[in-house]
């Protein structure tokens, strides 16, 4: 009777200890995207697509906006960091391309994901001075990645008219 009792006790003191001190899982770690990575693996941002949306002017600001679809696409075979999209646009017979004031920040892509936004550019209206001007979009505007290319980072342009005012 003895021994039956010492095993129900020491049966129901291990079933205390383990109530009071149950495991605690460890944490999952966070994924990180690295700005660069290694040779065998790199990222590829693609600008799969920049359309218009529309060209307005802005009523009591003297500026045009420029509203445009954009598409950015992680080619790549490695995730990608922070990156920066820039709008470009250019004028006249001698087409100085010229950086927009405002930029998309963007937080990373996944190898295969795609970064999709609506942007309205805005731009003083006196800095347009033809009736038509064209532009496009550099994804990476500021060479922070490294890719497979660099050559697809531009859209193509497109030809866009001036609003009356």
């Known amino acids: 009777m003895g021994l039956l009792m010492n095993i129900i006790s ?39 697509e920049l359309s218009m949306v529309s060209v307005t002017p802005s009523p009591g600001r003297n500026e045009i906006r420029i509203q445009v679809l954009i598409q950015v696409k992680n080619t790549g075979t490695a995730a990608c960091g922070p990156f920066q999209i820039n709008g470009f646009y250019q004028q006249g017979a001698e087409k100085q391309e010229t950086k927009c004031r405002e930029s998309i920040k963007v937080q990373g892509l996944a190898p295969g994901a795609t970064f999709v936004k609506v942007f309205i550019f805005s731009e003083p209206e006196s800095a347009i001075s033809t009736p038509y001007f064209f ?10 990645l490294r890719e497979k290319s660099r050559q697809n980072n531009y859209s193509d342009w497109l030809r866009l008219s001036k609003p009356a005012s």
């Open 135 to 144: 532009f496009r979009i550099k994804a990476d505007a500021e060479n922070r």
């Open 10 to 48: 020491g049966s129901i003191l291990l079933g205390y200890s383990i109530l009071i001190n149950p495991a605690v899982p460890e944490p999952v770690p966070l994924i990180k995207y690295p700005v660069f990575q290694s040779e065998e693996q790199e990222a590829d941002l693609r600008v799969t």
